[in-house]
């Protein structure tokens, strides 16, 4: 059965007794039962109960924050204890770029998996901003970015990747200024949006007719395939199977250079873990095979 400390957080996060019974696989009346021991053992109650769920006393924050503080200091000295074996073990943090995540990281995780059955892995993706936070935050033993990076700890450049023009009818970049067509981009607060909107202006006195805006790269790219538009994606996300022409932005004298780097980024410390050094060493690996 799951330790006190885990029963608290759970029911923190979830703030319905259902909900954190299914995450900590006991039955309901076993858990309420559980909370009501952890409650005497403490002197207060940790949660007020209503329709609405659980919330957090006064005291019951307090309590939350401590059973947080020492999960994570359980984490770091397991991890440490892992460090004394040649053996990789542990749980392998890692905060990816969503793009990477989707289109390059499960190749190298299966290899991952594969070689070390007894490691565990978690994985958070987003914005290549947030990635950074997670590792601030110490979410995360290890990054993985894309575009320019001003990170001071160690980072090792992965690959870097040309970006394409994508369309159903546009065969040349020639034909961008007479199209009607919708230009189709992918805005995020990372600085993929800016740098084409800075090649389009080096390149083109005017902007495009036309624009269409979505947040997710994936809806950008599934609208060119589908020849509502063109868009500008990067190659990472082309498997040379879609039906579209595909203009790459780049030449021998770099006219035309447009590209983005994969950077894996993380603390010293971090690099120490066994199970950290596994999967970088997997990771150069499968970076190679991409230069």
């Known amino acids: 059965m799951s330790n006190e400390e885990m029963i608290i957080k759970v029911l923190a996060e979830e703030g319905n007794m259902r909900k954190a019974a299914e995450r900590l696989f006991i039955s309901q009346p076993a858990l309420s039962q559980r909370l009501q021991t952890i409650e005497k053992d403490w002197g207060h109650q940790l949660f007020i109960r209503s329709q609405k769920g659980l919330s957090p006393t006064p005291?019951?924050?307090?309590?939350?924050?401590?059973?947080?503080?020492?999960?994570?200091?359980?984490?770091?000295?397991?991890?440490?204890?892992?460090?004394?074996?040649?053996?990789?073990?542990?749980?392998?943090?890692?905060?990816?770029?969503?793009?990477?995540?989707?289109?390059?990281?499960?190749?190298?995780?299966?290899?991952?998996?594969?070689?070390?059955?007894?490691?565990?892995?978690?994985?958070?993706?987003?914005?290549?901003?947030?990635?950074v936070r997670s590792l601030y935050?110490?979410?995360?033993?290890?990054?993985?970015?894309?575009?320019?990076?001003?990170?001071?700890?160690?980072?090792?450049?992965?690959?870097?990747?040309?970006?394409?023009?994508?369309?159903?009818?546009?065969?040349?970049?020639?034909?961008?200024?007479?199209?009607?067509?919708?230009?189709?981009?992918?805005?995020?607060?990372?600085?993929?949006?800016?740098?084409?909107?800075?090649?389009?202006?080096?390149?083109f006195a005017s902007n495009p007719k036309h624009q269409i805006t979505v947040d997710q790269i994936e809806t950008c790219k599934q609208m060119a395939?589908?020849?509502i538009g063109y868009a500008i994606l990067p190659s990472i996300t082309l498997t040379g199977t879609e039906d579209v022409y595909m203009m790459p932005l780049t030449n021998d004298e770099e006219e035309l250079?447009?590209?983005?780097?994969t950077w894996l980024i993380g603390y010293d410390s971090a690099f120490e873990l066994p199970q950290v050094r596994a999967f970088v060493d997997i990771v150069k690996k499968h970076a190679a095979l991409l230069r």
């Open 257 to 261: 250079e447009l590209t983005r780097d």
């Open 225 to 227: 395939v589908n020849g």
């Open 59 to 131: 005291a019951g924050e307090l309590i939350i924050q401590y059973a947080n503080e020492t999960i994570v200091q359980k984490e770091e000295v397991v991890e440490l204890l892992y460090t004394l074996t040649s053996k990789v073990h542990g749980t392998l943090k890692i905060a990816c770029a969503t793009i990477v995540g989707q289109n390059w990281l499960p190749k190298v995780l299966k290899d991952f998996v594969t070689l070390y059955p007894e490691a565990k892995i978690q994985l958070i993706t987003g914005w290549s901003s947030e990635i």
């Open 137 to 203: 935050e110490g979410e995360a033993h290890i990054g993985i970015i894309r575009g320019s990076t001003e990170w001071k700890g160690p980072k090792l450049h992965l690959f870097k990747d040309t970006l394409y023009l994508v369309d159903k009818e546009i065969r040349s970049l020639e034909e961008l200024l007479q199209t009607e067509r919708p230009f189709i981009q992918f805005k995020s607060d990372s600085t993929y949006y800016e740098e084409i909107q800075q090649w389009w202006q080096k390149h």
